[in-house]
């Protein structure tokens, strides 16, 4: 049977089979750190306080080219220049281990077959490092980009690390060019059935989401192919922005990409029940786990939509820039 790995049918499989599967070490816990108010009587900074708490996470607070921002699509400047993004996988199927991290779903490539992407605005080949999902408590919220003020239930974040220059994602992170992050907002079908269907799906979402969901599990997949996370799309939005998690060094280039992915309302229902804590600790939903919009300032958005008027300079010109009608190029 041919399985196409569509971040829907990613989660789906993760949801399902983590409920017998190992608990993972506390090796990926990435700091202390939380998006939102933990328990009561017990401190854990919110995104507002990241960058007070730890010196060296100062640019949480001071940087001026963070991220994730709102998109004004008024903002953008069409760039003839860029090319289309490259993946190249190899022609090789890859394996991965998806975690609850207690902050994000989060899938880690195995490190036998490589995938890496290039072209675009990249000027290096990139090595991806780990897929992380973001999604909301209500479908107005959940993505960390905005696109006019408007969020969307989710945010599947594919994080790469210069391999042309760095080591590793470690060394990259802290480094200029280090980091490229593909992202691509998660939507809802609206039209029931309308989605791959694979055997018994919603019986065994439920009978999973029935059952006390065992958050902290590692669960093995094998055969992705991640040319299937990508929508059927060449177009993208793209800026130079920071990691949305301390220390939010400012080393990313963005990459998002203008076509979502969609989810089952049952798919975001059982997210929704994913906890920040292990099992035998009070409940916590993990949903809502976003960085807030940071300012745009002296930066500038690119894109490949050829919206037919040609944006002149970057950056800034804003006052003399043509508003242009693009809403109707996106997100279709
Ligand atoms: C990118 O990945 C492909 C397939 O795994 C590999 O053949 C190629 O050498 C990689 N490029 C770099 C620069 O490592
Ligand atoms: C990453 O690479 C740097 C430089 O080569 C090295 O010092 C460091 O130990 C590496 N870190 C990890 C986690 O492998
Ligand atoms: C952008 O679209 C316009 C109108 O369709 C076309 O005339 C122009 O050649 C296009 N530019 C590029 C760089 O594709």
Known sequence: M??????????????????????????????????????QGSFVPVPSFWGLVNSAW??????????????ETS????????TPLRLNTGGHKMGGTMYNTGKHVSLRPDKAHLVNISGGPLGYSY??????????????????????????????????????????????????H????????????????????????????????MRQPSNYDAFLLMGL???????????????EGSITIPPCYETS????????????QMQMHSLRLLSQ????????????????TQPLLQRCIRTNINFSKQGRDCPNNRALRPQYRVNQWLLK
Not at 181 to 196: N, Q
Not at 253 to 264: C, D, E, G, Q
Not at 277 to 292: A, G, V
């Open 2 to 39: 041919h399985v196409v790995w569509d971040i829907a049918v990613i989660l789906q499989t993760y949801i399902i089979c983590t409920s017998s599967a190992q608990p993972i070490t506390s090796k990926l816990d990435d700091g202390w750190w939380a998006y939102k108010d933990v328990v």
């Open 58 to 71: 100062n640019l949480c607070a001071i940087g001026k080219r963070q991220s994730p921002i709102d998109i």
């Open 75 to 82: 903002h953008m400047i069409f760039d003839p220049y860029l």
């Open 127 to 176: 090595r991806l490092e780990e897929v992380r999902v973001h999604f909301g408590s209500e479908d107005s919220q959940g993505s960390e980009h905005l696109l006019n003020g408007q969020g969307f239930p989710g945010e599947v974040q594919l994080i790469h690390y210069n391999q042309d220059l760095y080591a590793n994602y470690s060394e990259a992170a802290k480094s200029p």
């Open 178 to 209: 280090g980091i490229a992050v593909v992202s691509i907002f998660i939507k809802h079908h609206t039209v029931a059935g309308d989605w791959p269907a694979v055997g018994g799906t919603a019986q065994k979402v439920s009978a999973w989401a």
């Open 225 to 239: 192919n991640i040319a299937d996370l990508y929508p059927d799309t060449t177009r993208y939005i793209t800026y």
């Open 253 to 264: 280039t963005w990459i998002l990409i203008n076509k979502p992915v969609y989810v089952t």
């Open 277 to 292: 804590n292990e099992p035998y600790k009070i409940f916590l939903s993990m949903s809502d786990n976003t960085r807030p």
